[in-house]
């Protein structure tokens, strides 16, 4: 029998585990459609930022200040900012097209980190026909008067202001720094979001010697860096009641399986698909459709969440009970003993 692949993600029923997530990829309907050929499950577009909406507004309102003083009575012609066809604009142009162009769900993305008026776009994107919506709050904390409190407040704040403005459902797209993850998932639930996407990947300036400039610094994932997100996703599911993605190193079927063994909805994609193409989809889709046929699994939802902490042997392996037998059982080569007494 063939096994089942499709999986429930923010109330969406997906055709299969695999998701495209925000890449140039997913901003090109030629990629998009490969994508989908070759087995996506959805696919969330590339994010629209605060900066860009405040950006474009700024321009358009010096623009209209502009012709006012210049043409007198100019600002009774020019037309409303609405009907612009500024970057917002083109991003939702492109939503649509993506979902006349698409059959599985398609996701937009908003960008930012301060309440204001750019969330106002998560309606413009339901009304564009975004199947859900994905809130990336991609913040670094840098005010020393700011505690984490504070910052966890204002992106709840954010969530509920979204959450209130749209009735599609709706992922939040999160970094790993919050000292407590559970209760900021918590609480992201408690102010509406539908489900978490774990995690954001940081950009990590870089000094370059040569020109002793910082060079921003963007990399594709490493398959080491599955790790992080596994951890939490094996910990939260049967936590919080929130759909869960996993996004940060699934480069083969083998990352992607861990990820829903541990508890996720779907596995997320987008370094992978960069580097070898859309292709790269097929081989993961048909790896987790060969393991669970020879394994016996009837479907996705079986197996989702069967090795998360809740459901596992050994939970302390999550937390920190490992840490400490990790240390002590590290073996440098192919020795034996305490890491410490080799070294020296
Ligand atoms: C070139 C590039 C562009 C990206 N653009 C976005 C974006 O616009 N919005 C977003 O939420 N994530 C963006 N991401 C992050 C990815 O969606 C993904 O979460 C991250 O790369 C980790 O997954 P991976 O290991 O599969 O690459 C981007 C990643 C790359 C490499």
Redo the contacts with the bound molecule.
Sequence with gaps: MTPDLTTTYLGLRLRSPIVA????L??KLDSLLELEQHGIGAA??????EEQIEHEQIDVHELLEHATHSFGEAVTWFPELEDYATGPELYLEHLAQAKAALEIPVIA?L?GASPGGWLRYARRCEEAGADAL?L?V?AVEADAEVSGAAVEARTAGLVREVREAVSIPLAV?VGPFYSAFAHMAAQLEAAGADGL?L???FLQPDIDLETLEISPW?????PA??RLPLRWIAILRGRVGLSLAG?????DWEGALKLLLAGADIA???????ARGPAVVEDIVDGIRAWMTEREYESVEQLKGSMSQASCPDPAAFERGNYMRALVSYAPGAGTGSGISESR
């Design positions: 997530s925000s890449s140039p997913t901003g969330v577009l590339p994010s629209l930022f993305s960008n994905e990336n991609y797209k996407v995690f954001n990947r963007l990399a594709l994932s490493t860096e599955l996004t940060s190193g699934v480069h997320m994609v987008a370094s992978a698909a960069l």
